[in-house]
């Protein structure tokens, strides 16, 4: 997946007090078209097993949400409109797409792929807007199908997807103080300090992060001529940034995605609904407000 894309948390604390013996390792890289930063506090050895394990983690799943990559899972579904026998982890990210469908009113809807192409190569949109509908896509026990002439994006929420398998994995091997950062955020002590940064008006604050997640995301980030990225058939942005902080970065990712295009009212519904921590919204005059 090697879309630019929307994120604009930056870290800025390292690890608070470490017992003797425990040090923070960590490792860079770039996936899922963003920077990747993993970071553990332990003994070196194991530090560095499991970090090489998360690697190889995240080499799998992006290989199954990349739109570029023609033998990934999505490009298969794309391209036939089916996907028989899909991988657990790619059926477990379209139920979760599906769960951020329901409840952000079909404001978060992957269909938009066709919409997206459409605008980048200066075509016409109004044929690819009549393709978009999450609700024609059927997610059944061993199989995926999409509506006619349908394509599906992962974009707006593979990272999220990403970012919980990695915490996950290291918290199972023991690794209870992490911070991973695959375009979204999610780690455990610290505590860490984030800096929220809007493209358009820079740093409009901070949030401290020990034990959750937090996503955000901006229209204005690539552009498709004269229109943003996050796309909708009839919802346009109501803000130049929405951040989402929440348990998971699954939910954080594809809610932070979906709240762009939302007035305040009814993110407060979507809050409520999905249960999340706490929104900050960043409006085009730079006004900052929280939910």
């Known amino acids: 997946m090697t ?54 983690l995240i080499g799998k799943l992006e ?32 139920q979760a797409a599906d769960y ?22 200066g075509v016409t949109p109004d044929a690819a807007r009549a393709r978009v509908g999450w609700d024609r896509v059927q997610i059944s026990e061993n199989r995926i199908a999409l509506g006619p002439s349908q394509a599906v994006t992962l974009n707006g929420i593979a990272q999220g997807f990403a970012t919980d398998r990695i915490a996950d994995m290291l918290l199972a091997r023991g690794f209870g103080d992490m911070l991973v950062n695959i ?22 604050g901070h949030r401290t992060l020990s034990d959750g997640a937090i996503a955000t995301s901006s229209p204005t980030a690539t552009m498709l001529g004269v229109q943003g990225h996050i796309l909708h058939p009839t919802a346009r942005p109501q803000w130049s940034s929405v951040s989402v902080e929440a348990a998971q970065a699954t939910i954080a990712d594809s809610l932070s995605t979906a709240m762009v295009l939302a007035p305040r009212d009814q993110i407060q519904i979507m809050k409520e609904r999905s249960g999340i921590a706490r929104v900050t919204l960043v409006d085009f005059d730079g006004n900052l407000s929280t939910v």
């Open 183 to 204: 375009g979204e955020y999610r780690g455990t002590g610290g505590p860490f300090t984030l800096a929220l940064s809007d493209p358009a008006h820079g740093i409009m």
């Open 3 to 56: 879309l630019s894309r929307r994120r604009f948390l930056t870290v800025s604390a390292a690890f608070a007090a470490m017992p003797l013996g425990a040090q923070a390792h960590s490792w860079q890289g770039f996936a899922f078209g963003a920077q990747v930063n993993l970071t553990v506090k332990g003994p070196r050895s194991q530090a560095q097993s499991v970090l090489a394990e998360a690697r190889r």
């Open 100 to 121: 951020a469908h329901r409840v952000s009113d079909r404001l978060f809807d992957p269909t938009v792929q066709a919409l997206w192409a459409a605008l980048s190569q």
């Open 63 to 94: 290989r199954l949400f990349s739109l570029y990559d023609p033998a990934s899972a999505l490009s298969m579904l794309n391209r036939n409109g089916a996907l028989a026998a899909p991988d657990a982890s790619f059926m477990a990210l379209m």
